[in-house]
């Protein structure tokens, strides 16, 4: 069974102040992991897809990196703008189709 | 440029009453799965639809129907509403060459 544990559930900083969420993983034939971001009342928005070990996305103050194991989302100098909730998604093929099973989720807050 | 449209918003029910949530997607995709999403326990996938014509059941279909109308609409029914079925409901479609999901805005359900 797919599993997507996403750490930590919450996460409180400082404008400026840059730390990761983590997305650990695991998956029988991955087909890309995905992070969403998804603000208070609204759908989730992608980001990013990253398909293989070692590869490495970025926009703006956002970067995200994928091992066999896990994925984590750097954020840099965070603004208060970049308050949302920030979901991992994994895609894996079954049976031709493509289920993709998402992690609970980290609730962030900027402050200013 | 709609995107993913979800209808209605926001619903009150009653206990053992009836619903359609309607969902209609303007890009083409072949792929259009329904999530719930509960508090702390992220989006979890109910009925999904790789094709027109065709539907499978996710994590938690018990108590749910779906059908896939065309290749745009799909839509999820709650034959007879319980109070656990109470949450905020979102219909996504899939690009098929990224396997980015596309999500409607979410429809609210709450039955008493």
């Known amino acids: 069974e797919d599993q997507v544990t996403q750490s930590p559930e919450a996460l409180r900083l400082q404008e400026g102040e840059s730390s990761s969420l983590n997305c650990s993983y695991t998956?029988?034939?991955?087909?890309?992991l995905f992070w969403y971001r998804q603000d208070p009342g609204k759908g989730p928005e992608f980001l990013f897809t990253?398909?293989?070990a070692g590869e490495e996305k970025e926009k703006e103050r956002l970067k995200a990196t994928l091992t066999k194991k896990e994925s984590f989302l750097h954020i840099t100098a965070p603004k208060p703008e970049d308050s949302a909730t920030y979901l991992c998604a994994v895609q894996a093929a079954s049976g031709g189709s493509y289920i993709p099973t998402f992690g609970r989720g980290t609730s962030l807050i900027v402050h200013p | 440029n709609a995107g993913v449209t979800q209808t209605p918003k926001f619903q009150v029910l009653k206990t053992g009453q009836s619903m359609t949530l309607q969902c209609a997607q303007d890009m083409n995709h072949n792929s259009m799965y329904w999530y719930r999403q509960d508090p702390g326990m992220g989006l979890r996938l109910i009925y999904y639809s790789a094709s027109e014509g065709t539907t499978d059941k996710g994590e938690v279909p018990n108590g749910y129907n779906v059908s896939r109308l065309n290749k745009r609409e799909f839509s999820l029914r709650l034959e007879s509403a319980a109070p656990s079925q109470t949450s905020v409901y979102f219909c996504a479609s899939r690009k098929r060459d990224t396997g980015e999901l596309f999500f409607g805005e979410g429809s609210r359900l709450t039955v008493l």
């Open positions: 990253l398909y293989s």
């Open positions: 998956v029988s034939g991955l087909r890309g």
